[in-house]
């Protein structure tokens, strides 16, 4: 069962889980014409690279307290999108002296770091196949430690790899960090229906107990271990495909179709605690 809150005056109604009592913590309406730069900020490297597929540009605000987040492409025929963050993973920090011995750069502060509660999207997803578009938590330093209720993990609430072709979405968790010892919950991968005006809400209840997930008002996913304990962030993120290849990085052939412009349109992002 789910309520809906009226968590901010004159905009959309949250749809939480009922039973319980929330209290809205954090949030970002999109109000104004300008991305709110201490909320937010742009990822642009990958592993302590400047990573091709990422950019500052291509994010609007209509003046109408919605988001728009822009696939591009490049004059040289590649494309890249935005991926926002209120935070950062350790190791995507950028060497400050390409000198010096160790591999990343200098810890940076963090805009909005949280524990537990009810994160929650309001959006329009993307509509063509080709790049994806996601909701997701994740911890500064998953896999930095053996216990990843202590590191933290990768909190999948939304990705939209599939939706383009099929409706589906991808939620789920993932921790050990990346690579061997990459360790999954399973993702499932929910039909998402259509709705009259196109607007989706994906949240995810986190606990002590774990992780419930939602689409639009219906339980799509539960995950019970193993539960972060840290702090995490959030991340707001568009990606065009074939990009992470690793022996041949370059956009995938499913982009050559694509007519743009095609964007990925948020209008709220909200973070409740239970009290």
Not at 33 to 60: C, I, M, Q, Y
Not at 67 to 95: E, F, H, W
Not at 98 to 113: C, D, H, R, V
Request: hydrophobic share 35%; aromatic share 14%.
């Amino acid at each position: 069962m789910m309520q809906q809150i009226r968590a901010v005056e004159g905009h959309e109604n949250s749809l939480l889980p009922a039973g319980k009592r929330w209290k809205l913590v954090w949030n970002d309406e999109f109000d104004g014409t300008a991305l709110d730069s201490s909320k937010w900020n742009f990822r642009l490297h990958f592993w302590g690279n400047r990573f091709p597929a990422f950019t500052d540009e291509g994010v609007e605000l209509d003046g109408n307290s919605h988001m728009k987040i822009n696939l591009i492409r490049r004059p040289d025929g590649s494309y890249c999108s935005a991926q926002l963050q209120t935070g950062g993973i350790v190791y995507d920090i950028p060497k400050e002296n390409p000198q010096s011995f160790w591999p990343f750069g200098a810890y940076k502060e963090m805009k909005f770091l949280h524990k537990f509660g009810y994160y929650e999207i309001r959006c329009r997803l993307n509509k063509q196949f080709g790049w994806w578009v996601a909701f997701w938590l994740q911890s500064p330093s998953i896999g930095a430690h053996p216990d990843p209720r202590r590191a933290g993990i990768e909190c999948d609430i939304m990705e939209s790899q599939e939706y383009a072709q099929d409706k589906t979405i991808r939620c789920g968790n993932i921790w050990n960090g990346y690579g061997k010892n990459c360790k999954g919950s399973g993702h499932k991968h929910p039909i998402i229906e259509d709705t009259p005006d196109g607007w989706h809400l994906f949240g995810v209840d986190w606990s002590k107990d774990g992780y419930v997930f939602y689409a639009d008002g219906k339980e799509v996913n539960r995950v019970d271990s193993p539960v972060s304990e840290t702090e995490q962030f959030i991340l707001v993120t568009t990606e065009p495909m074939g990009y992470r290849d690793a022996v041949n990085p370059k956009a995938n052939p499913a982009l050559d179709t694509i007519v743009l412009p095609d964007c990925f349109e948020v209008d709220y992002v909200r973070v409740f605690d239970e009290i």
